[in-house]
């Protein structure tokens, strides 16, 4: 087994968000990181152009990576611009196949806003395909064999975009690099103006924590914690490989209301 964990979410700072503290964690634990945001956030300002928002997120983004020691991945197209097409899907595999993880963390695939489900989709089709030697990846790459798990975020206000709860099959206890996570988020300085416009986020880095001490208390167990679901394992690997599980078992818990159904 590899033992490289691949976060890859749709925009700069939506790794920071929603998985920074488990990502931070399997760094702790030994984890090879590597790091991607498919759009550039090239959308994400209210004063700037294109050129040089992308130019600013960009920079914010590999000091996020480069503050959790991971490998940083070039985004491959602008926001908004996130479809489910053959041709992104290319790109994105073989970047997937040159990885090659074992953990692999990505969005819900139920959220507010498309380029985050799509950001998902995506990347469990590059992951599906990553062996299979008649896909054509773009650069071309040649297909790898190793397991990999497939776990999802709890998206972002832990609702799906009919306003249904979203609850995770288990938590990981993220209390003790807080800190860090507060850190790695803050990196992208270019974000607090922009969502306090745009989205009313009084206080960009308080909704994180509060959404953080939200999903904490959802199991009642953790002051902060981070909510995942792991995905159905055929296609990926065996069906009790389980490495986020493992890596991390003494900072995780089981959702007692909410496990998933046995794997088939």
């Given at each position: 087994?590899?033992?490289?964990?691949?976060?890859?979410?749709?925009?700069?700072?939506?790794?920071?968000?929603?998985?920074?503290?488990?990502?931070?964690?399997?760094?702790?634990?030994?984890?090879?990181?590597?790091?991607?945001?498919?759009?550039?956030?090239?959308?994400?300002?209210?004063?700037?152009?294109?050129?040089?928002?992308?130019?600013?997120?960009?920079?914010?983004?590999?000091?996020?990576?480069?503050?959790?020691?991971?490998?940083?991945?070039?985004?491959?197209?602008?926001?908004?611009?996130?479809?489910?097409?053959?041709?992104?899907?290319?790109?994105?595999?073989?970047?997937?196949?040159?990885?090659?993880?074992?953990?692999?963390?990505?969005?819900?695939?139920?959220?507010?806003?498309?380029?985050?489900?799509?950001?998902?989709?995506?990347?469990?089709?590059?992951?599906?395909?990553?062996?299979?030697?008649?896909?054509?990846?773009?650069?071309?790459?040649?297909?790898?064999?190793?397991?990999?798990?497939?776990?999802?975020a709890m998206p972002y206000g832990l609702t799906g975009?009919?306003?249904?709860?979203?609850?995770?099959?288990?938590?990981?206890?993220?209390?003790?690099?807080?800190?860090?996570?507060?850190?790695?988020?803050?990196?992208?300085?270019?974000?607090k103006e922009w969502l306090d416009v745009s989205q009313?986020?009084?206080?960009?880095?308080?909704?994180?924590?509060?959404?953080?001490?939200?999903?904490?208390?959802?199991?009642?167990?953790?002051?902060?914690?981070?909510g995942w679901r792991r995905r159905m394992h055929l296609?990926?690997?065996?069906?009790?490989?389980?490495?986020?599980?493992?890596?991390?078992?003494?900072?995780?818990?089981?959702?007692?209301?909410?496990?998933?159904?046995?794997?088939?």
């Amino acid at each position: 087994m590899s033992n490289v964990a691949f976060a890859v979410a749709a925009h700069p700072d939506d790794i920071e968000f929603m998985m920074g503290g488990t990502f931070l964690l399997l760094g702790r634990a030994g984890w090879r990181l590597h790091y991607m945001n498919i759009a550039n956030g090239s959308c994400g300002t209210a004063s700037m152009g294109r050129e040089e928002i992308v130019a600013v997120r960009t920079r914010e983004a590999r000091a996020a990576a480069a503050f959790a020691s991971a490998t940083f991945h070039p985004p491959l197209v602008d926001d908004i611009e996130i479809y489910y097409e053959r041709a992104l899907l290319a790109r994105l595999a073989a970047v997937m196949r040159e990885v090659d993880p074992a953990i692999l963390l990505l969005p819900s695939p139920q959220d507010y806003m498309e380029d985050h489900m799509n950001a998902a989709r995506l990347a469990v089709t590059a992951a599906f395909c990553r062996g299979m030697r008649n896909f054509a990846t773009d650069p071309p790459a040649p297909p790898v064999e190793t397991e990999l798990a497939v776990y999802h975020a709890m998206p972002y206000g832990l609702t799906g975009p009919l306003r249904e709860l979203i609850a995770p099959h288990f938590f990981v206890n993220i209390t003790d690099v807080l800190a860090d996570k507060r850190r790695m988020l803050a990196c992208h300085r270019s974000q607090k103006e922009w969502l306090d416009v745009s989205q009313g986020l009084d206080s960009y880095l308080r909704a994180m924590e509060e959404q953080s001490a939200a999903v904490g208390r959802m199991l009642g167990k953790f002051a902060f914690a981070e909510g995942w679901r792991r995905r159905m394992h055929l296609g990926f690997g065996g069906e009790g490989f389980d490495p986020l599980k493992d890596a991390l078992a003494e900072m995780i818990l089981e959702s007692k209301e909410n496990k998933p159904c046995p794997d088939r």
